[in-house]
């Protein structure tokens, strides 16, 4: 079992930055790929990044939205994953969850733990 707690949500007024933390506890948190997920308020959850269980960036996903905007990272040592996001705008509002899974797949289903969900508020 792995438990993922996430920190960091809040109200932002558009182009500003705000910083998730997901910090794992339970089995090796290096041996899960971690993804963040979001879903807004009638719409379903989808991923918006993807990092390896090393790190390594070459194998790093994002949207297509967000990309240039948000940087993912993981910190192995601290069990944690972050997802740093800047210029934020308001259609990045939404529910922002962390998971981990053993695929490094693009689909919620892929996916066998899960934090509590983040809100993250973009105003205008």
């Known amino acids: 079992q792995v438990q993922l707690v996430e920190s960091g949500g809040g109200l932002v007024q558009a182009g500003g930055s705000l910083r998730l933390s997901c910090a794992a506890s339970?089995?090796?948190?290096?041996?899960?790929?971690t993804g963040w997920f979001r879903q807004a308020s009638g719409k379903e959850r989808a991923l918006v990044a993807r990092i390896h269980r090393s790190g390594v960036t070459t194998y790093t996903y994002y949207t297509n939205s967000v990309k240039g905007r948000f940087t993912i990272f993981r910190d192995n040592a601290k069990n944690t994953v972050y997802l740093q996001m800047n210029s934020l705008k308001p259609e990045d509002t939404a529910v922002y969850y962390c998971?981990?899974?053993?695929?490094?797949?693009?689909?919620?289903?892929?996916?066998?733990?899960w934090g509590q969900g983040a809100q993250v508020t973009v105003s205008s």
């Open positions: 339970g089995r090796t948190f290096s041996d899960y790929v």
């Open positions: 998971a981990a899974g053993v695929v490094a797949g693009a689909l919620d289903s892929e996916y066998d733990y």
